[in-house]
């Protein structure tokens, strides 16, 4: 299996942020017995959506960058609740430092 510094290395390389590669692999290694650097690489890159403040601002940020044009109604969606059924779903994030988070989508 690889390594943890070999997985970072090598997705720091190709300009991936550290901390999101340290939280990723720390999650999900136990899947990865025997799978190479490069594999592991491509399933992060599947589930990894950035760095957000908060996941209710992933979860707003999903609708608004998918074309919804929820206008004045914006105002009135609880957008923790949305993050909620989104975190049911197997949505998952890892702190990044300054109280931001790193967003996740199960694969």
């Not at 996941?55 to 929820?70: R, T």
């Amino acid at each position: 299996m690889a390594t943890l510094e070999e997985v970072v290395e090598a997705g720091s390389a190709e300009g991936h942020d550290e901390g999101a590669l340290e939280a990723y692999y720390d999650n999900n290694s136990h899947y990865y017995a025997g799978e190479s650097v490069e594999d592991i690489l491509s399933s992060f890159e599947d589930a990894y959506r950035g760095e957000y403040d908060s996941g209710e601002d992933y979860a707003e940020e999903m609708y608004v960058s998918g074309g919804f044009d929820l206008g004045e109604l914006s105002s009135y969606i609880d957008w923790g609740r949305v993050w909620h059924d989104m975190e049911c779903e197997g949505t998952w994030t890892e702190p990044a430092g300054g109280g931001a988070v790193h967003v996740f989508i199960c694969i």
